[in-house]
């Protein structure tokens, strides 16, 4: 089944990008925020939206815009207008503990020679190239 990545999902990921960057474990931020840790897990995952309120409260405890949380996603101010298809396991992947570190990692790759030297060798090990 293809599906499309939700905003939920989306908003999630950044989160959890966000929060990294800050060095807060899931457990400060939720002291900070006043909830528990499940719950910053359930927003990471994109399996709780998180509501208005609580995305600004969070965006001042990570001393970022609101917007911060919507950056790359597609149909987003400047971003491309079409949506991004992907099958049900890539969304799963993208959302994972393991999906989220690895393309944490990789965004953080400065663009040029080295990041296309690591693209080339995943396609390689995943037997795409």
């Known amino acids: 089944m293809r599906g499309v990545i939700g905003v939920d999902a989306h908003v999630g990921v950044r989160l959890r990008a966000l929060r990294e960057k800050r060095q807060l474990t899931q457990q400060e931020l939720g002291r900070r925020a006043d909830v528990r840790y499940q719950q910053i897990q359930k927003y990471e995952g994109g399996k709780n939206r998180i509501a208005a309120s609580r995305l600004f409260q969070l ?71």
Do not use: Q
């Open 59 to 129: 965006a001042r405890i990570l001393e970022v815009p609101v917007s911060a949380f919507f950056e790359n996603m597609p149909g987003f101010e400047g971003e491309t207008r079409h949506a991004v298809r992907v099958t049900a396991d890539l969304e799963a992947f993208a959302t994972s503990r393991e999906g989220v570190e690895l393309l944490t990692s990789y965004v953080r790759i400065p663009i040029g020679p080295r990041r296309r030297e690591v693209l080339r060798l995943i396609r390689v090990l995943g037997g795409t190239d």
